[in-house]
């Protein structure tokens, strides 16, 4: 080893689900939208004047900024947004997360939350959901440097009410919370409007899934408006100059598209459903799902062995060899046919 | 004040230069390039598949990595690509700067390492400039946490010879030296030939000036393959999806485009040679400059009535109110017409 390895921040990087390249995979693997996003945003990128790209991009993305305050009906003030939800959730925990109490989230929830207490040396408690994948908020009711957890949580995709968020925000009001709305479009109810009574509460959410648009790299955060300024400061301080000019303007048309929006993630909702029922025809179960992902194991065949021969027919769910997990595969909803060819596989898998 | 503001990380942000929306001003106060990017960029955004925004981008821009690799004759291992060099330095700094020893830096340069240093609390040291604002190379060989300057420097200009850097690279193997080569394309010597002798060598660079993409944020580092494997490392920690899948492309049409490329940089270069002989007629002194921006001084009148001065006629330079330069303008070079223009307006203010 040379010496200068001394200096060095050792970290085991999270793993990314499978992104192939082969076209004919059918990708049930990230949680991606089936959908193209909505139609503004191609037209911007016809449009778009290619010479602009010589400036730099406004550093506060005031307009994508104001597209949400409008959207969501809040001051300007109230909106961060990043690189992706990963960069705002990254960026809070520098921010917020500073105490020598450990922060706390469950112990199967979405595989970055200990990933970034790690890189930020953040020391962390993981309190077990119960065998129903559902939070006890009890554990929540002590003392902590803070709380994250996503709702919908992932990759179970069960949603908790707003009565038990609420407890656990109002009891904990000297930290921060941050609850994760990656998946909240498709079925399940914001704490937004919460904000308006607690001002340590942090709400997360992303383009990527209900927007169509993981290939932008858009994510945001609503929060008080010191709570924002915050972070802000912390952003400013790492780079300036994140969202592109271009992705600024994509992020604005998928805001504004609000009819698309609804048909999308309805449409979605309506496979989900479709889906839970054939599931349980062929013996699978799983716990409810609000997302637009299906956490399923199945009663008699390992999960495992069910992931690895949907792949050898070219269909691409996510599967984590972790404990508690170990049985379960998670399924993103795509288009119908989509589902129709992985009920029909996961027939020939599971009859013959 | 709340108690959850106990947690909270508390840092002075960096404030980046002004990004007037009038687009009558003459900008020459953030060393954009004055000229579009490659016909290629163009291309590319036209025929875009916007559909496939849908989709994750590749979390390891392999395409991209490939193309740098090419052009710059190392191997992809090597190449490390991020947001903007901001992101990049940013990045290596929380990567490689984990030190309890100061990592040192010239007193006059890049306004973000201090800041970086700061977010990350990692202990630093200012060398001072000689006063031609060049290097003393016996500051540098000294025990230290890590080392970082830019080459050619900013907001001076100045560029150091190979010569001068490698003696300070080969006395410091145990830690690392960063050289920020954001404006070596200006006529400067890059060092990445010396990295076949220096593991401890990373060299950044940037889109944003010579490549015409500051509104497109990709920065990417050269070093060798086992610092780019750690800063992989800590980069897939904090977001694995960064650079979205259009900058990819945009970036690929950029580093392809050689003979644009060439084009562009000799003309900024020829301009701003003939704008160094203008501004010594007018009275104005500075360091050579081999960069794209010209960091000057007026014998007589003071830097920032002649930067206010020319704030009113619509033509933005950068000043700073800080120590040592606060007597200083510097002066991006644009087009030979905007350069014109300045020059006419300098003659107004200094002889009337």
Known sequence: MKNWENNVRRVSPYVPGEQPKDKNIIKLNTNENPYPPSKGVIKILKEYNADSLRLYPDP?????????????????????????SDDVISMAFMTFFNSDKPIIFPDITYSFYDVWADVYNIPFERKPLDNNFRINEKDYLCENGGIIFPNPNAPTGVYESLDKIEKIISYNSDVIVMIDEAYIDFGGESCIPLLKKYDNLLIVQTFSKSRSLAGARIGFAIGNKKLISYLNDVKFSVNSYTINSI???????????????????????????????????????????KSNFIFASHKEKPAKAIYEEL???????RYWDKPRINNFIRITIGTDKEMEKLIYALESILIG
């Open 247 to 289: 992705t600024q303007q994509i992020g604005i048309e998928a805001v504004k598209d609000e009819s698309y929006f609804k048909e999308t993630t309805n449409r979605i909702i309506e496979t989900r459903e479709r889906t839970k029922a054939n599931l349980k025809k062929l013996g699978f179960i799983f716990p409810d799902s």
């Open 311 to 317: 792949k050898k027919r070219r269909i691409y769910v």
């Open 60 to 84: 506060s993305s005031e307009e994508l900024v104001n597209a949400l305050a409008d959207r969501y009906g809040v001051d300007p003030s109230q909106i961060f947004v990043g690189v992706g």
